[in-house]
């Protein structure tokens, strides 16, 4: 069988083993059932039960709905191997006696040349690692003429219509939307069993994963928005050989059962050059097999998804997907201001035993408006969650800078595989627990190995301008992207000194307290949009919002629950969770022995724009 993954893809033989051929990585997919596992460390599958609905497993249950349709069109994210799915669902329709014909929406994109010439201006040079956020709509990608034309087959019992954007034609039919994980999509791209959009054939995963991220899922996002609610079934499409349904109002009624409570979503990791092993040794069910993990992705919106259980049945959906349905109730009085983009970000970094990060900055907000069409940038804090007694991170120049001094050698570093005398150019502060450095844009910056750091920034995530990588390659054994111009574009050579110290070292002090417990604020810098908090309590603490939405983290003690109304979930150490908005108020109760201390980020009531 020929996969498709939205344009044309190479050969490959559907087995039941087949995950194994489809995507490269060690890491499994997310079952399609809940399994047993340890309940007393980090989960890597949090699920929140469909309570007024019902999720069903297999293609033999979604073949019974559309038999009852007669006419469907089957839509769905960038990524899906339409073809296996269409050979799997008309399999289990042959077994009801039911003729089917399906027509695929591949076979009406536009020539690729053409489509190329369409997406050349928002993919910058080839050379570069990144492009701009295109402006194109999916429409774009097809022949609307020939589609136009295109009707059901009335020789047929069943007609599908599939693929990415089949809910644009004119087809009277009920809708069934396929989501699938951006996580997921990214392991099939790096086996070449997927393309982009209107691409015959797989490239390189750097140029894919520029042109997924600058075009195709642009594209993709905005078509889901305004299709989400108007379609009848919803699906996870990230099982080679199953998948999970559910009735689309069932999951927006879920959706909107999230925004009025405590949720957190699915992370997911990853390995890299620097990685390190703290993760691998305290997240139990992560694939041991990888060589390190680098990163924990715990709440990056744009690519984290949200996971339902009903009897045992797990099904996820993007985080758009909540934001879509209930944006203004998790984002409260900041929703005007960034709409359906959630603005806040939380990671996890690991170096214990690994390397240094690169020596990086991130761009201003007008360069990353005006060259990559964002509309925040990346500015970043680093909390230390543990390290080493030797550990320390690179932050700011030191007080004798030579701007010209340090471009040189950086520049003849690339050139001749030299080593850079870091320390002669960029301070560099022992790491604490609990300590938080503050670096908005322009901020030289790394991490140091034998840290493991939370990442508290804006959402943006993929703009980190290298100037120096310690002539340390991927895990290829190729040479990772430096970007020296970009970065001297945006280096803010006045944060250098003591400035430093007194500016960009975060000093905490006690905002509020009662009996039992306290509020630490841990001041972010004047740049950045949101603040952080400190919540340390022996027994229990009760939390306000003010129409604000909380991301939190336990970075002290075992396990905490959360109160919210009659509703109570548990998060345990380096958990993330968020409480939307909607909120009025919430209780965390400490279900360790001795103080827990839980990490609040938040948006600034008066956060105005950084620069």
Same mark, same amino acid.
């Given at each position: 069988m020929k996969l498709r993954g939205n344009g044309e893809a190479q050969e490959e033989t559907m087995t039941t083993g087949a995950s194994s051929t489809l995507r490269n990585t060690k890491q499994e997919i997310m079952p399609a059932e809940v399994r047993t596992v340890d309940t007393e460390g980090y989960e890597i599958y949090p699920a929140y039960a469909l309570d007024n609905g019902r999720i069903y497993k297999g293609y033999h249950s979604l073949a019974q709905w559309v038999m009852e349709q007669k006419t469907v069109v089957i839509d769905g994210y960038i990524g899906n191997f339409w073809e296996h799915i269409a050979a799997n669902l008309t399999v289990e329709l042959e077994k009801l006696g039911v003729q089917t014909h399906c027509y695929f929406m591949h076979d009406f994109l536009k020539l690729e040349a053409e489509i190329e010439r369409l997406v050349a201006?928002?993919?910058?040079?080839?050379?570069?690692?990144? +492009?701009?956020?295109?402006?194109?709509?999916?429409?774009?990608?097809?022949?609307?003429?020939?589609?136009?034309?295109?009707?059901?087959?009335?020789?047929?019992?069943?007609?599908?219509?599939?693929?990415?954007?089949?809910?644009?034609?004119?087809?009277?039919a009920s809708v069934i939307y396929i989501d699938l994980?951006?996580?997921?999509?990214?392991?099939?791209?790096?086996?070449?069993?997927?393309?982009?959009?209107?691409?015959?054939?797989?490239?390189?995963?750097? /140029?894919?994963?520029?042109?997924?991220?600058?075009?195709?899922?642009?594209?993709?996002?905005?078509?889901?928005?305004?299709?989400?609610?108007?379609?009848?079934?919803?699906?996870? *499409?990230? +099982?080679?050989?199953?998948?999970?349904?559910?009735?689309?109002?069932?999951?927006?009624?879920?959706?909107?059962?999230?925004?009025?409570?405590?949720?957190?979503?699915?992370?997911?990791?990853?390995?890299?050059?620097?990685? +390190?092993?703290?993760?691998?040794?305290?997240?139990?069910?992560?694939?041991?097999?990888?060589?390190?993990?680098?990163?924990?992705?715990?709440?990056? /919106?744009?690519?984290?998804?949200?996971?339902f259980e009903n009897r045992g049945v797990l099904l996820e959906v993007s985080f758009d997907c909540l934001m879509i349905v209930a944006g203004s109730d998790v984002l409260g009085k900041h929703?005007?201001?960034?709409?359906?983009?959630?603005?806040?970000?939380?990671?996890?970094?690991?170096?214990?035993?690994?390397?240094?990060?690169?020596?990086?900055?991130?761009?201003?907000l007008s360069y990353i408006r005006e060259n990559f069409g964002e509309t925040i940038t990346q500015d970043e804090t680093y909390y230390i969650l543990d390290c080493t007694p030797d550990a320390k991170v690179y932050l700011g120049f030191q007080d004798d800078i030579d701007p010209a001094a340090f471009r040189?050698?950086?520049?003849?570093s690339v050139e001749n595989n030299t080593e850079v005398t870091i320390g002669k150019y960029v301070q560099t502060f022992a790491a604490a627990k609990h300590d938080l450095f503050l670096i908005?844009?322009?901020?030289?910056?790394?991490?140091?190995?034998?840290?493991?750091?939370?990442?508290?920034?804006?959402?943006?995530?993929?703009?980190?301008?290298?100037?120096?990588?310690?002539?340390?390659?991927?895990?290829? *054994?190729?040479?990772?992207?430096?970007?020296?111009?970009?970065?001297?574009?945006?280096?803010?050579?006045?944060?250098?000194?003591?400035?430093?110290?007194?500016e960009h070292i975060s000093k905490p002090y006690i905002l509020v307290q009662g009996e039992g417990w306290k509020t630490?604020?841990?001041?972010?810098?004047?740049?950045?949009?949101?603040?952080?908090?400190?919540?340390?309590?022996?027994?229990?603490?009760?939390?306000?919002?003010?129409?604000?939405?909380?991301?939190?983290?336990?970075?002290?003690?075992?396990?905490?629950?959360?109160?919210?109304?009659?509703?109570?979930?548990?998060?345990?150490?380096?958990?993330?969770?968020?409480?939307?908005?909607?909120?009025?108020?919430?209780?965390?109760?400490?279900?360790?022995? +001795?103080?827990?201390?839980?990490?609040?980020?938040?948006?600034?009531?008066n956060h105005g724009s950084t620069s």
């Open positions: 201006p928002f993919l910058g040079s080839e050379d570069s690692v990144w +492009g701009t956020k295109t402006s194109l709509n999916l429409t774009d990608f097809y022949r609307w003429d020939a589609l136009a034309d295109l009707q059901p087959d009335s020789d047929y019992t069943v007609n599908i219509l599939i693929g990415t954007g089949a809910a644009l034609s004119e087809w009277d994980p951006k996580n997921e999509l990214q392991h099939r791209m790096h086996a070449g069993t997927i393309t982009n959009l209107g691409k015959f054939s797989p490239e390189k995963p750097t /140029a894919m994963y520029k042109r997924f991220y600058f075009v195709d899922w642009v594209v993709c996002n905005k078509h889901k928005e305004s299709l989400l609610l108007r379609t009848d079934v919803l699906a996870d *499409g990230q +099982g080679i050989d199953w998948i999970t349904w559910a009735y689309t109002p069932d999951i927006v009624n879920g959706l909107k059962s999230l925004s009025q409570s405590v949720f957190r979503p699915r992370p997911w990791f990853t390995p890299g050059s620097w990685g +390190g092993q703290w993760i691998k040794e305290h997240f139990h069910q992560v694939n041991q097999e990888e060589p390190n993990y680098a990163w924990s992705f715990e709440l990056i /919106a744009p690519e984290n998804g949200l996971v929703h005007p201001d960034f709409g359906n983009e959630f603005p806040i970000r939380f990671d996890l970094l690991d170096t214990f035993e690994g390397g240094n990060l690169s020596i990086q900055c991130h761009p201003s040189h050698e950086l520049e003849s908005p844009n322009g901020t030289v910056h790394s991490s140091g190995k034998n840290n493991l750091v939370l990442e508290i920034s804006a959402t943006p995530y993929i703009f980190t301008f290298k100037m120096y990588d310690w002539l340390s390659k991927d895990l290829n *054994g190729d040479p990772r992207p430096i970007s020296i111009e970009h970065a001297f574009n945006n280096l803010r050579f006045d944060r250098k000194g003591q400035r430093i110290a007194h630490v604020h841990l001041p972010t810098h004047e740049a950045h949009f949101y603040d952080v908090h400190r919540i340390e309590f022996k027994e229990e603490v009760t939390v306000e919002t003010r129409q604000v939405c909380h991301v939190l983290m336990l970075v002290e003690g075992t396990a905490v629950s959360v109160q919210v109304g009659d509703r109570e979930t548990v998060f345990r150490f380096a958990e993330t969770f968020v409480i939307p908005a909607a909120v009025s108020q919430y209780t965390l109760v400490n279900n360790g022995s +001795g103080i827990a201390k839980v990490v609040k980020a938040f948006v600034k009531d």
